[in-house]
Every structure is written in structure tokens, then in C-alpha cells.
């Protein structure tokens, strides 16, 4: 029994010894297995480990770098260019060989071979700094074969339209083009191959010349804004009935890019514009047509009556109404107006002088206010009253028209033309008939005072006044030699620094200038000169009243009563013995009579051209009672 017992311990015994030897045994080929695999990852990379993208477990350092090569020998950038100008590089290409530093060396002494299991189950993925080499002379020639090197286009810069009226000025993109900077382009290309980056893109990368004007640069999108705010502008002239439209279709033609990109008006194109509008607008100087109170219709040459556009200061206006951005409806800016824009530009309201007849008539407003009788200038003496359409230049009372040695006060002075007015004429008891062919006044219309009176109190500064003959009616005068273009400039080059008595001195140029033919005019020089004295004269009378009184130092508009020579005019009816014909206003009793418009203070008015000692002495007397002064 105890041997039985004895035999069954031993046999437990050698079984546990066997399971322990069999688990030794294991466990040492385990152990052998596991340091066999740890020896081996010490040489080799751990299963689950790649290095850029590349599965490398159980590959060494060799076969590593051999996977890479292998790799490399595929790669192939893409340049993405403009219009769809991209291009492929590949590695072959250009012979490019990966360049190793010892990096998977480092990645491989960094692994520890013993925590291999453990690694089995941790994925490691690993990037090298890359380092390649290639041929520069096979990746400059690879980068001349891309497409977007051939056929470039140049960039050009935005601007703007030309003028439509449906839009205005319209932004004009910038063409942007596709011509590069091939150093850009080399280095973008380079930068990618050296990393292997599979795409380069040139936009990106600022490869491409832009234009130096942008679509949106501002400078530009101001320029276009301020032109638009130009022609935007529409100015609308009222001639009466008529009516002229400046708009962008004109304002346009004007404009153009100035210095720093602004907007420059040519002003002379703007002055071309306004001379048009004067060629066709204008009246003054014009030939006028009268019908006049005789029935008769009459053509009226001569003289500044009408409408007359300041050329200088309509540009003016324009260029402010342009700046201001706004529309407007307006009259011209004028140098002299008239009273209509009608058929006659005297419209309804005007004096009728008729030198034939000796008569005038004063119209208002289509109404006959008053006619009467006159004495008009000495055509023995050359003085003949010149024709022509006239404007009033103003009018004032108690002138004293002034001579080199005499004195001639009027109560009404009314100058139309220089020194030639309208005035009452006391010293004359006859008026009309053919007094004026050896008995006339230097050029003004003398009138009774009644008349002058009416007459003053009815018209105003700029009232049309119409000076004619009747047809056939053809005075012998001392005719003026015909002007001549010489003569011309110098009569306006003596006109001087302008003043209020400059105005005989412009009237003149100016009716010399208008008897010039075409050819002729456009031969003087300086006739810019006389607008401008014109310009300036109207500028003058503008500033003066209504009823400006008479000047102190005697400079007053008077009649032209001094001959050539310097000398008062005598009357040629001076008796043939010489004596000289007492006044018929002197009373038979040689008192001498009052004048009718003897002061309120009853001061005796004596006559004008009483001498110093009292006397009254007609310097001239005539037949027919009247003194020739004015």
C-alpha cells in the first residue's frame, strides 16, 4: 500500500517537473524570439512605421532609402498657371536624387528595439526634412518649356470709356494678361521641387507683371466719378423762344485727364463752344430792319445795339456751373442786351431818329410816347450825325457839355453813341427842316425842351435808339478814308487803359474793324485788345447810376463842338459885314430877356455863353436865332 502510494507521488512529481520544463522551454523560445526581434529592430524599423508616406516596418536604413529613391524617380510637380496654362515637371526631368543626412539613421537609432511589441501597436509616422538634388541647367531649360512661358501677354491698366450718353464714362478693366517674371517663376518652381510639393501655383506664388492701374485703384474710380459728375451736367440757354442744350455730347469733347489724375477742361475748346452760340445768337453790329412811322422800311447799318455775348465770361459761368455739378437754365452772360429776342431785338420800345426828316419818334412799349422836331449835326461843317442802332448809355441832368473855351450847360443829357447824344437845346427857337446842313450841332441831336424832358423821363440805360436816313437820301459829308487793316490795329492799340471817356476811341475801332472784310479782319492782330476794352467799358458803365451826375473836373460826355483845328466853330450865316447878328431872344429895349426857366429864387438864369462882363454875346448867332453850341 505504501509502495502503491509511494509510486503515485513519483508520478505526480515527474509531471509537474515535465509542465515546468515544457513552460520553461517556452518561455525561453519567447524570450529568444522576443530579444531575436528586439536584436532585429535594432537594425530594422518596427512593424506600423512610415516615413513620409512610405510603410518602412522591417525595412533598414538601406532599403529605406532605396524606397525613397524609387519614390522620388515618380514625382512630378504641376504648375498651375493663368488661363489655364499649367504644366507638368517631373523628376526625371530635371534628374533629381534624394540627398540623405543621416535623418533615418538618427529615426532608427531613436527607436528602442525592446518596446518592439508595444510598437507593433502604435502606428509611427515620421517626416523627413527633405533634401534633394537636381540638374539647375535641366530645371531652368524645364521651366522655359512650360507652357506659360509661351505666347505671353503684356498687363495693361484699367481706364476708362469713351463717352456714350447712355452711360457716361464706363470703367474699362485692366487686362491683367500673363506674362511673369521668369526669375519668380524659376524660384516658385525650385522652392516646390526641394520640398516635393506636388503643386505650385504661380498666381499664388506672385509670379505674374500686374498693371500698375488696378481695377480698383482709386485714383482711377475718382477720375471716372468726376468726369461722369462733369457730363452729367446739362445747361440750358434761353434765347426768347429759342432754346440751346449744352450736355455731356459737348461737355465731353472737352475733357480729358489732367496731372495727377484730375480732370482738365480745354477751355479753349470751351471758348470755341461759346463763339459758336455768339455767331448765332449775337445782334449787335448787326444790320437792323425798321419799319418806320413814315411806312418805310429801312435797313440800319452801324452802331453796337443787340445782343452780345461776353465770350470770356460765359466760359466763366460754364466752368462754375460744370464745377457745381447741377443743372441749370440761364441766360448767356452778356456784354450788351437788348429789349427782344424776337425778329427785331428792339422789340416795341425804341427812339426813331430820322435825320432825313429832321423828326424823331420815342416808342414804348409799341406806343407813341412823343415825336418832335431836331437839329442833328453841321453836314457843311462835316459834323453829320452818324447812323446806326444804338443802346442809351446812361443819362444825367445839368451837364455842362465843355469845349476848349466855352461852356454849355443842358438840363438833359442823354449820350447814345461817344459824345453823340440827345440833349434839349435852349438857345434854338427853330428845330427841324434843313437847319442842320450849314447850321448843326457837332453830332448831337439837339431837341426843344419839352421834348427832351419827355424823352428823359421815359427811357432808361440800354434803350434802343435807331439813327437813319430815308433811302436816296445821300448827304454830301467829308467821307473817312476806308479803313484799312494797319489802321485798324493802331486805333485799337490808342485806345489806352479804358475809362468811361475811352468809349469814342472803342466805338471807333470797332465800327473801322466791322467795315474790314472777312479776309481783313482775320489779319488783326490785337483784336482781342478792343473786345476786351469793350468788356471793360460795359463793366464801367454797369458801375455807373442810372442818373449819374455830371464830373467836376469837366471829363461829362459832351458834344463834339471843337473843330480840328482846335478853334470854336463860328456860324457860317455870320452877316457879310461882319457885324454880328444880335440874339432875336434880346429885347428891343437891349435889356437882355430872361431865361423861361428862371430859378425858383428869381435869379435871373443868364445865357450860357454870357462873357465875363455881363454882356450877353451870341458867339456864333445864326439867322435863325440859335446858338450852335452842342
Given at each position: 500500500m505504501k509502495e502503491k502510494n509511494k509510486r503515485k507521488m513519483h508520478g505526480g512529481a515527474s509531471a509537474k517537473s515535465y509542465t515546468g520544463l515544457v513552460l520553461t522551454c517556452v518561455m525561453t523560445a519567447i524570450a529568444v524570439i522576443y530579444v531575436g526581434f528586439a536584436i532585429y529592430f535594432e537594425s530594422h524599423f518596427c512593424f506600423g512605421t512610415s516615413i513620409d508616406g512610405i510603410a518602412v516596418g522591417g525595412s533598414s536604413v538601406e532599403k529605406v532609402e532605396d524606397a525613397i529613391r524609387t519614390?522620388?524617380?515618380n514625382y512630378n510637380l504641376t504648375v498651375t498657371a493663368r488661363e489655364d496654362k499649367?504644366?507638368?515637371?517631373a523628376g526625371s526631368d530635371i534628374d533629381m536624387e534624394p540627398v540623405f543626412q543621416g535623418?533615418?539613421?538618427?529615426?532608427?537609432?531613436?527607436?528602442?528595439?525592446?518596446?518592439?511589441?508595444?510598437?507593433?501597436?502604435?502606428?509611427?509616422e515620421f517626416e523627413l526634412a527633405k533634401v534633394v538634388s537636381y540638374d539647375e541647367q535641366k530645371l531652368d531649360e524645364a521651366v522655359r518649356n512650360l507652357p506659360c512661358m509661351k505666347d505671353q501677354r503684356t498687363p495693361v491698366d484699367a481706364t476708362y470709356s469713351d463717352y456714350t450718353k447712355e452711360n457716361g464714362y464706363a470703367l474699362v478693366p485692366a487686362d491683367y494678361g500673363t506674362q511673369v517674371d521668369t526669375a519668380k517663376v524659376r524660384k516658385a518652381v525650385s522652392d516646390a521641387v526641394l520640398v516635393l510639393d506636388e503643386t505650385v501655383d504661380l498666381e499664388q506664388s506672385g509670379c505674374y507683371l500686374e498693371p500698375a492701374i488696378g481695377d480698383g485703384d482709386k485714383d482711377l474710380l475718382a477720375l471716372i466719378d468726376a468726369l461722369n459728375q462733369y457730363v452729367g451736367v446739362t445747361i440750358t440757354y434761353d434765347f426768347g423762344d429759342d432754346k440751346e442744350v449744352l450736355d455731356g455730347t459737348t461737355i465731353s469733347t472737352w475733357l480729358s485727364e489732367g496731372t495727377d489724375e484730375k480732370v482738365s477742361i480745354d477751355e479753349e475748346e470751351v471758348l470755341a463752344f461759346v463763339k459758336t452760340l455768339a455767331k448765332k445768337y449775337n445782334t449787335a453790329y448787326s444790320p437792323k430792319e425798321l419799319k418806320t412811322s413814315y411806312g418805310t422800311t429801312v435797313t440800319i447799318t452801324g452802331g453796337f445795339y443787340g445782343w452780345r455775348i461776353d465770350n470770356g465770361g460765359e466760359v466763366e459761368q460754364i466752368l462754375a456751373d460744370l464745377k457745381a455739378g447741377k443743372d441749370v437754365e440761364r441766360e448767356p452772360v452778356y456784354?450788351?442786351?437788348?429789349n427782344s429776342h424776337g425778329e427785331h431785338d428792339y422789340g416795341d420800345s425804341y427812339v426813331e431818329i430820322n435825320l432825313t426828316n429832321q423828326h424823331l419818334f420815342l416808342y414804348k412799349d409799341g406806343k407813341l410816347v412823343v415825336e418832335s422836331d431836331f437839329v442833328s449835326g453841321n453836314l457843311s461843317k462835316g459834323h453829320d450825325t452818324p447812323t446806326g442802332a444804338f443802346g442809351l448809355t446812361y443819362k444825367t441832368m445839368n451837364a455842362v457839355l465843355r469845349g476848349p473855351d466855352y461852356e454849355t450847360p443842358v438840363t438833359y443829357w442823354m449820350p447814345f453813341n461817344g459824345d453823340v447824344g440827345m440833349h434839349d437845346a435852349t438857345w434854338r427857337n427853330k428845330f427841324g427842316g434843313s437847319i442842320y446842313k450849314t447850321s448843326g450841332s457837332h453830332g448831337c441831336i439837339n431837341l426843344p425842351a419839352s421834348a427832351a424832358k419827355k424823352i428823359y423821363e421815359t427811357i432808361d440805360k440800354g434803350y434802343a435808339v435807331l439813327v437813319y436816313r430815308m433811302p436816296g437820301d445821300n448827304p454830301t459829308v467829308v467821307q473817312q478814308p476806308q479803313a484799312d487793316v494797319p489802321s485798324v490795329i493802331n486805333a485799337i492799340s490808342i485806345i489806352g487803359p479804358v475809362t468811361l471817356e475811352s468809349e469814342?476811341?472803342?466805338?471807333?475801332?470797332?465800327?473801322?474793324?466791322?467795315?474790314?472784310?472777312?479776309?481783313d479782319k482775320a489779319q488783326v492782330t490785337n483784336y482781342d485788345t478792343l473786345t476786351a476794352a469793350e468788356a471793360a467799358l460795359s463793366a464801367l458803365k454797369a458801375q455807373q447810376p442810372a442818373d449819374a451826375g455830371q464830373q467836376t473836373d469837366g471829363s461829362q460826355q459832351q458834344d463834339q463842338s471843337q473843330q480840328t483845328d482846335g478853334s470854336q466853330q463860328q456860324d457860317q450865316s455870320q452877316q457879310t459885314d461882319g457885324s454880328q447878328q444880335q440874339d432875336q431872344s434880346q429885347q428891343t429895349d437891349g435889356s437882355q430877356q430872361q431865361d423861361q426857366s428862371q430859378q425858383t429864387d428869381g435869379s435871373q438864369q443868364q445865357?450860357?455863353?454870357?462873357?465875363?462882363?455881363g454882356s450877353q454875346q451870341d458867339q456864333s448867332q445864326q439867322t435863325d436865332g440859335s446858338q450852335p453850341q452842342g
Open positions: 519614390e522620388m524617380k499649367n504644366g507638368t515637371i535623418e533615418i539613421e538618427k529615426l532608427l537609432e531613436e527607436q528602442n528595439g525592446f518596446a518592439w511589441l508595444i510598437l507593433m501597436f502604435q502606428k509611427q456784354l450788351t442786351t437788348a469814342t476811341a472803342i466805338v471807333n475801332a470797332r465800327n473801322m474793324y466791322n467795315s474790314l472784310s472777312d479776309a445865357d450860357q455863353s454870357q462873357q465875363t462882363d
